[in-house]
């Protein structure tokens, strides 16, 4: 019998099993638990890691605690979170929640106890709040034979002036601890590598924080932010004898992440500097080949960095915001997958040790015992690689390495409560996760077989992934991800071939054929008005008249056209967008200075509209029954007749589209007359439908001065139906118009209206700043406010008024104005001259009604565009024309308000109900927004533009508009008339049986 001998891998197995077992059984011994069975025990996480309901609440209460100013606001929170889950507390916490009402000692016993064990807990992770107590700390695990790695926390970075502030605390750290940290006594393997010193002050740095507009669009502008505040940290560490490590953060900056770091550290000045270090994170499946590049890139480099391997701490993010935009997740769906990966690069490095030195980010047994055989077995020496843990994690599993002669470096985070919670909250849902190891080896009945398994032996005995089931009627397109460096490319190729496109004619199409005239009208490009995108002719009234007569003409063919036929023509044109996706998303950004994410979400939208309509169309072409024995009833619907579609130049294409589409859907004809401003995308669109093979006649593109030919088509006796976006004055001419009925006039004209919005976003005084002050900024000066939904009142309770204003002007104070074109700009131009001196004028009437509190930025060099810089007024009345009018552009007014209940009467005491939100912590104040928050579209704790068709259907009412909203299940019976069809099927005292597959009532 021949034995055969043991491969690498077996040999790497087997030493890992006896690493692991030996490991297990010294912490098993160690007093006075299994790893940090203390805290865990403690009852409060104890609750968590068996109820996911009373874990969820418990979480968010310690995520707002720290915003909690006073004790009756702890109590009011305790008792609104726990509320819904009080049945699954002991008996003794559910007295206390209800006898403790908010300004009783008992309720300030109940806040002060809540707070204080809400702080203990976060002690455990995070070492302090300034800098004496940080050192006392690192002196602690110093004297364990621990080193360290420091981590400022902070907020979001949201201004400049926030990211200078972050650099300077870091500066700050490192010439505070340099000497007292120098001086203390040599410790061999804390302080020495396989060749001789290492540093000992060690920090780790997150690189978003050190530009406050870090935006992977736009790498240009964002590594000259970052490297002008990474460089002097190195700088200074460098003098201090420091070592700087990089984190990674979330997946759509890592590129960005790595490119910085090795732009900056091939630079002359830092090309030798050895005590550097960056994350891999191995629940990324490009993790290998990020590695490989890096490997590449120190060994051009010539010298080695570090390379910290974790597995990530954002996988319920990645997978989250994926699923929700539709885009590839891009970390491994499988625990046993992220596993597996963390030890084929654990194998990388050791085999690469001399480039880059590994250091492992982990609390897992396996993936530890793993490492430690994989650097035996290729001979890797001691010093050379490193364990790293976090503070308060895992610290016994730490020592015991420790002790047997591993350099261990506690990654230790310190900084202010508010920020801390965050980090606290991550920790406690990392730790409490089904999948996490630190769980798994507090089960009562753990095998440390179980434990020690290799991950691909654990993934092949899980059951199979379930089939996924079938897929949705309608799902919504997905954004183009322009972090995606090949779709930047795309973009910019398709602005250079739309640029060569300028200044061609487009002629209007009535009953399929082309007139001209020749008196033009242009459309210039708002970010250089000097720039003609296009011109069409000057439309006339008699245009108009014909346009009218052609589309009643088309009228009749086209309304007996199968109903399957008609969607099909909405699918075809979608699939043809999206064929010229990146074209039209330049012929926006040029024609409308719309940036570039916004621009695509526009062709998106518009697709998702042609699909939509098509989609609910084929629902309704399906007869309502209501049959009896002998009746037969069917409820159907038939078009009105000729629409006339009057649309804004703010969605050019998107809401363009949607008016056409479901008119069209429904078996209208359309007369379709765009904005003066965009006619070249409406010109796109009519292209798009011709080539899908509509007849002539069915749609008639007349773009025109809507003063000169609007009201002949909405006058018009042979038009049935308006559908109007845009302003209130507008609108309501339009409304007040079509409900006279004109000599031979055959129908009552419907009218569909979507108006203004003066539209608020209420943030409370628990808000999560760092959200609401984006969520702000996102809402108001996205597009430079020029959408019906954008935000342009922030109305802000007391307690948060003062901070909220004050990071909110750093905020806008930073935004990046510019051209459209720059894939770098957040505020761009306003469409026109005219728009601009409106918004100006406003602008200038603002001090009169509040005190200007930020103005942003206009660079130098902008030549001909049109922009207005984005202004802030604070303290504003509520009554002045800047809380009332509809101003937009990128103009915000703040109001405080005295209570959530004032907030609310505040931010329905205009005449709009458009869109509205709110930032609030509070599950009281939450359900009072959805009882009375007077909006069409309200959003909680999010932004409050961007609504996608479906999902967020659109649209207002008081003076916001009239009819249902756009992209929603009601919108297309606008276009309809209903028609109930009655038939006596009784022949001779015989009736046939009721038909089967019909929707009945
Ligand atoms: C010193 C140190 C520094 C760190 N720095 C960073 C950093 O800069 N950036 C960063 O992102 N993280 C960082 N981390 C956090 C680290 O990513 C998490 O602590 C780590 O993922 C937990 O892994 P574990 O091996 O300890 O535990 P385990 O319990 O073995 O692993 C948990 C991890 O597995 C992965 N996972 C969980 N469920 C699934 C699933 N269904 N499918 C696939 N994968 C899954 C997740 O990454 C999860 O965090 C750091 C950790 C340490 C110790």
Redesign the pocket.
Known sequence: MSSTAPTPADELESQTQAIGQSLWKHLRRSSPSVLDRRWWDERILAWAMTDEAVKVQMFRFIDVLPMLRTPEAVTRHLREYFEEVADHFPGAARLALEVSSPGSVLGRAVAMAARRNATQMARRFIAGQQVDEVLQTLVGLRRKGLAF?LDLLGEAIISEAEADAYLQAYLDLLRGLGRPVARWPINRVLDHDHVGLIPRLNV?VKLSALYSQFNPLDPARTLAGVKGRLRPLLREARAQGAFVHV???HYAIKEMTLSIFCDVLREKEFRDYADVGI?V???LPESGRDLERLRDWARERGTPVWI?L??????DFETVVAAARGWPVP?????W???DN?ERQAEFLMENWQWLRP?F????L??LSHAIAAARVHRVPDGAWEV???YG??SEMAQLFAERGYRV???TPFGDLIPGMAYLVRRLL?NT?N??????SFAANVQIEDLLMKPADRGAQLPPEPEPGPDPVFVNEPLVDFAVPAERTRLQHALGEVADQFDRRHPLVIGGRRVDTRQPLVSLNPSNGAQIVGSCPRTTVEHARQAVAAARQAYRAWSQTPVEHRCEYLEVAARKMLDRRAELTAWIIVETGKPWTEADADVAEAVDFLRYYAQQMRELDQPLRCDVPGEENAYTYRPRGVAVVIAPWNFPLAILTGMTAAALVAGNTVVMKPAEQSFVIAAKLMEMFEEAGLPDGVLNYLPGVGEEIGPVLVEHPDVDLVAFTGSLAVGLGIHESAAKTAAGQQSIKRVIAELGGKNAIIVDDDANLDEAVQGVVQSAFGYAGQKCSACSRAIVVRGAYDEFCRRLKGAVESLVVGPAEDPGTFVGPVIDPEARARIQAAIAKGEQAGRLLAVGRIPEGLGLGYYVAPHVFADVAPNSPLAQEEIFGPVLAVLPAESFEQALELANGTRFALTGGVYSRSPVNLKLARQRFEVGNLYLNRSITGAMVQRHPFGGYKLSGIGSKAGGPDYLLQFLVPVNICENTLRRGFAPNKQAGERRT
Request: charged share 25%.
């Open positions: 790695t780790s984190d990674m953060e994350v994170q191995a629940y910290r974790v597995k990530g701490a954002y996988w970390v491994y769906t499988r625990k997958q992220s596993d963390f250091a980010g982990s609390h897992n396996r993936s790293q843990t976090l994690m895992g470096r506690v990654y990392e996760s999948d996490s190891f630190l769980r798994a």
